[in-house]
């Protein structure tokens, strides 16, 4: 099966970006975080629910990756993927609508994170009779 260039390009951007976003925060995650205004330095709970997340960022980066070179899993990476950034972004919205307005720049990662699973669950849905194969 020829796998779409565009939904190559969709896994490795996602890629990219879940491994920069995952391995920074799981090595300091406070530094990450402060970015965004959230200081969470003083307080090992936090650190730890932070590094774990990441983690799990991490992983699914590596799968998103790797299904752009390992057809078996291209179908899994192509689903998964999309549905990260959704949870994320649409927990973020609940979070909006429960806690109020965050920071300008957790809205941004909002929206980033809204339109890359959109365009994630476009693609597999395009695409998803051919992964299966």
Do not use: W
């Not at 980066?61 to 999309?82: E, M, R, W």
């Not at 307005?101 to 994170?113: D, F, N, R, V, W």
């Amino acid at each position: 099966m020829e796998k779409s260039n565009v939904l190559k390009s969709y896994l490795i951007i996602s890629g990219l970006l879940l491994t920069l976003i995952g391995a920074s925060t799981l090595i300091v995650p406070a530094e990450m975080k402060s970015t965004a205004g959230i200081f969470i330095s003083d307080n090992i709970n936090i650190l730890n629910d932070v590094r774990g997340m990441s983690a799990l960022l991490l992983v699914v980066a590596l799968v998103a990756l790797t299904g752009v070179f390992n057809q078996k899993i291209t179908y899994t990476s192509s689903l998964i993927t999309p549905l990260l950034f959704l949870s994320i972004g649409l927990g973020r919205v609940l979070s909006i609508l429960l806690d109020g307005m965050p920071e300008a720049s957790l809205l941004k990662a909002t929206g980033l994170e809204l339109v890359l699973g959109t365009i994630g669950i476009i693609l597999f849905q395009k695409f998803k009779l051919k992964l299966s194969k």
